[in-house]
């Protein structure tokens, strides 16, 4: 399985063109193609001026729609809190400085 796996390393595209490149290859800028059936070749071929690039990088993989589905938004909602109840733990604070509500007597 690991010489499998070093096989398909070897024969990556990405891999092949960049190891073209490191030896001086370029790609054609105007290719010709050779008929087989008649023998003609088809284009004009010319020297390469190393202008084009290999473009072997494969395309990003989109998501399908399932696993990007549109955002839900939710509206605001106004909370209108009813008046306190004025004893007990949860009554407002006195303004006094000493811990206490004001009842108590000194």
Known sequence: QSLRMEL????DPQR??????SMGMVPPDSPAFLDLATGRVLGNSEPSTG????????PAAAKPGSLRPDPIVL???VI???ERVRDGAAAPATGRRDGT????RD
Do not use: C, M, S
Request: proline residues 4%; charged residues 45%.
């Open 75 to 77: 509206e605001r909602e």
């Open 16 to 21: 092949l063109a960049d190891r073209a490149l």
């Open 8 to 11: 398909d390393d070897l024969r």
């Open 51 to 58: 202008v084009n690039k290999f473009g072997i990088d494969a």
């Open 101 to 104: 509500n004001g009842d108590q």
């Open 80 to 82: 209108i809190r009813p």
